[in-house]
C-alpha cells in the first residue's frame, strides 16, 4: 500500500500540520509500512460481526441538570499563550 | 544487593501503618525520598519536575494532623510518583511534549485530577511527576521530549513505557508506590521491564477525569507498587465512581486487601497458548512457565485455553488508538494553553506552526495515521472494520473467562532492550505491545509481576489477567505469588554509591 505524497501532504492540512520535505518523505514511509501492517485486518470475516466502539456498554450518562460553578475567566486563561479582554486572542480572523 | 531500611526502602503499608500511630513522621518519610531521588536521578532520569519544599510542607501538614489525633487515611504518609499526563492543580503538567511546555509559559492545569484528589484525600504525599512518552505514545519511553528515563537495571537499556518514569522510580526506591496510565500496555509493560507490579484497572473502574487524553476509549489509571498489598492499598484508594467522569463505572469498590491474601486454591487459570505463540525470547518463557508452577504448588488449576484473535490485537489497536488521538489532539491549537509560535500572521498559520514545533515524529505520525482511517473513502475499510475486529478480540476473552477465572501469560515477549535499538522503527516498537493491547481492547483489568530475571539480569514481567471488575482476584494471584517466591524484593543497585 502506498499513500503517496500527496496524500500524505492532504492528511496534514487536515491534521493542521506543517510537514517540511524532508518530514513529509519520512512519515510517507512510515505510513505506508504501518498501513500494510493494519491491512492485516483483511483476512478476517466481519461482515455479520457488530462493531465495538468502547470497552463499557453504558450509554446517555445523565447527570442533574444543577447549576454548578465551573472555572473562573481567570482561571480559564491563566494559561492562554495570548489575552485580552477577558478572552483567548489569536491573529485577526476577518 | 539488599535495600536498607531507611524509609524509603519501605512498603506503602508499613509506612502507613506507622505513620498512623505516630511512630513514624511523615516528613521522615519524605527526605529519605528526597534524598533517595537526588541520588538516583543523575542515573535514571524518572522525574520530570519535583517540588521539595511543597513536598515537605505537605508531610509537615500531614504530621501535625496524626499529633491532634486526626487519621489521615488510608495513605497516610505514603509518598506517590504521578505520571505526567495526569493534572495536578498549579504544578507543571508536560504529557512529555513541548507543546505543553513553552519556556515560560508551561501548561499548570487549574485543578487536580480525580486520581490525584484521591490520593490527597487519603493522606498520600506527591512526590512530583514522572517521565513519559510523549502524550503516552510509545513503549520505551524515548518518545519524551525531555529524553529518555533509563532503567535502572541497566543504564543503557529502556524502562518500557510509556510509563517509564514511574515504572522505574518504584523500582529504584526513589518512589514507594506510583500512578501511570495504560492505554495499550504502558503500566503493564514497563512494570515488567523494570521488575515491579503494575495494575491496569477494568476500564471504568477508576476516573479519567484529568488524565490527558491519548485513547479515551482505552485510557485507564493504575498504579505501580513493589508488593500485591501496596497495589491493592493504592487501588482501593484511587478506584470508584467519579461524575466527571462518564464513562467512569458506578461499582462498589471491594476491599483490595484483603483480596491479597485470598490465595489462589482451586483458582482455574487459563495459559493463553497464542501468547506463547508470538516469538517470545526462550528465558521469558521459562521464568513464566516455572511462575505457573508455583501458582499450581500454591493450588491453582492451570488450563490451557485459546484466545485465536490475539494476532490482530496490534493492527485493530493501531487503528483505534490512532483514531481516537487525532481527536483528542485537536486540542492543542497554540490558543487555549501551551505553546503558541510567535508571528503567526493567520489563525490556520498559528494552528500548523504551533503544533508542528510543539509535537515529536511519533505523536505526528499517530495523529496523521488516525486522520488516514478516519478520512472519507478510508473509514470503512479501516476504522469500521477494525471497531468489528475489536468484537472477535472481546469476544475471545467472554468465551475464556467461561472456562477459567483468570488468565496469565507473558506481559512482554522479551526484556528491556537497548536505547536506541527500535526507535527509527515505528513497527518495531508498536510490536512491543504485542501481548498487552488486548486487555485494553477488551476494556480488562490486567497486571504484571515480575516473575524472575533474565541472563543479563534484566526483569521478567508475569502478566495476569481477568474479568471485569475483578482486579481483586488478580491481586489475590500476585499475593499468592509473592508470598512463595521474592522476586519482588530483589532491588537494583542504583544511585546507592551516594
Excluded at chain 1, 463499557?56 to 489575552?83: I, W, Y
Excluded at chain 2, 513553552?102 to 512530583?128: M, N, W
Aim: aromatic share 6%; glycine share 10%; with cysteine.
Amino acid at each position: 500500500m502506498s499513500l503517496g505524497r500527496d496524500e500524505v501532504l492532504r492528511l496534514a492540512r487536515l491534521a493542521r500540520l506543517h510537514l517540511d520535505d524532508a518530514a513529509a518523505q519520512r512519515l510517507e514511509a512510515d505510513l505506508d509500512r504501518i498501513v500494510t501492517h493494519v491491512e492485516k485486518l483483511g483476512e478476517l470475516a466481519l461482515e455479520d460481526v457488530e462493531p465495538t466502539t468502547g470497552a463499557v456498554d453504558t450509554c446517555n450518562v445523565f447527570r442533574p441538570d444543577d447549576p454548578r460553578t465551573g472555572l473562573t475567566v481567570e482561571e480559564a486563561l491563566a494559561n492562554a499563550p495570548a489575552r485580552q479582554a477577558g478572552a483567548f486572542r489569536v491573529p485577526r480572523v476577518v | 544487593m539488599e535495600v536498607s531500611r531507611s524509609p524509603h526502602g519501605l512498603g506503602a503499608r508499613e509506612i502507613r501503618d506507622r505513620v498512623r500511630r505516630g511512630e513514624l513522621k511523615a516528613e521522615e518519610v519524605a527526605r529519605s525520598l528526597l534524598g533517595r531521588i537526588h541520588a538516583t536521578e543523575p542515573a535514571l532520569h524518572a522525574y520530570l519536575y519535583m517540588d521539595d519544599e511543597a513536598v515537605l510542607d505537605r508531610a509537615r501538614g500531614l504530621d501535625l494532623r496524626v499529633a491532634r489525633g486526626e487519621d489521615p487515611g488510608p495513605l497516610a504518609g505514603v509518598p506517590v510518583a504521578i505520571k505526567d499526563n495526569l493534572c495536578v492543580r498549579g504544578t507543571p503538567t508536560t504529557a512529555g511534549s513541548r507543546i505543553l511546555s513553552a519556556p515560560g509559559a508551561g501548561f499548570r492545569p487549574p485543578y487536580d485530577a480525580g486520581v490525584v484528589e484521591r490520593l490527597l484525600g487519603a493522606g498520600a504525599i506527591p512526590l512530583g511527576k514522572t517521565n513519559l512518552d510523549e502524550f503516552a505514545m510509545g513503549s520505551s519511553c524515548e518518545n519524551s521530549a525531555f529524553g529518555p528515563t533509563r532503567n535502572p537495571w541497566d543504564r543503557t537499556r529502556i524502562p518500557g513505557g510509556s510509563s517509564g518514569g514511574s515504572a522505574a522510580a518504584v523500582a529504584a526506591r526513589s518512589a514507594v508506590v506510583a500512578l501511570g496510565s495504560d492505554t495499550g500496555g504502558s503500566i503493564r509493560q514497563p512494570a515488567a521491564m523494570c521488575g515491579v507490579l503494575g495494575l491496569k484497572p477494568t476500564y471504568g473502574r477508576v476516573s479519567r477525569y484529568g488524565l490527558l487524553a491519548f485513547a479515551s476509549s482505552l485510557d485507564q489509571v493504575g498504579p505501580f507498587a513493589r508488593s500485591a498489598e501496596d497495589a491493592a492499598l493504592v487501588l482501593g484508594a484511587i478506584a470508584g465512581h467519579d461524575p466527571r467522569d462518564a464513562t467512569s463505572a458506578d461499582v462498589p469498590v471491594p476491599d483490595y486487601l484483603e483480596a491479597v491474601r485470598r490465595g489462589v486454591a482451586g483458582l482455574r487459570l487459563g495459559v493463553p497458548r497464542e501468547y506463547f505463540a508470538v516469538s517470545v525470547e526462550p528465558e521469558v518463557e521459562r521464568a513464566v512457565r516455572s511462575a505457573l508452577a508455583v501458582l499450581e504448588a500454591a493450588g491453582a488449576r492451570l488450563q490451557e485455553v485459546s484466545l485465536p484473535h490475539t494476532p490482530f490485537g496490534i493492527p485493530c489497536y493501531y487503528i483505534v488508538a490512532t483514531a481516537e488521538a487525532s481527536s483528542n489532539l485537536a486540542r492543542y491549537d497554540g490558543v487555549h494553553y501551551g505553546r503558541r509560535t510567535p508571528g503567526a500572521r493567520t489563525l490556520l498559520d498559528l494552528y500548523e506552526r504551533s503544533r508542528s514545533e510543539g509535537f515529536g515524529d511519533e505523536v505526528k505520525r499517530r495523529i496523521l495515521l488516525g486522520t488516514y482511517v478516519l478520512s472519507a473513502g478510508y473509514y470503512d475499510a479501516y476504522y469500521l472494520r477494525a471497531l468489528k475486529a475489536r468484537t472477535l478480540i472481546r469476544r475471545d476473552f467472554a468465551r475464556a473467562f467461561e472456562e477459567v477465572d483468570a488468565l496469565v501469560a507473558p506481559t512482554s515477549p522479551f526484556t528491556a532492550f537497548r536505547l536506541g535499538d527500535k526507535v527509527d522503527d515505528p513497527l518495531a516498537m508498536y510490536a512491543c505491545d504485542v501481548l498487552t493491547v488486548t486487555v485494553n481492547l477488551a476494556g480488562l483489568p490486567g497486571l504484571s509481576l515480575p516473575c524472575g530475571r533474565d541472563g543479563s539480569g534484566l526483569p521478567i514481567g508475569l502478566q495476569v489477567m481477568g474479568p471485569p471488575f475483578e482486579e481483586g482476584r488478580l491481586l489475590a494471584v500476585a499475593g499468592a505469588y509473592q508470598a512463595a517466591t521474592t522476586h519482588h524484593l530483589e532491588a537494583p543497585a542504583v544511585g546507592d554509591t551516594a
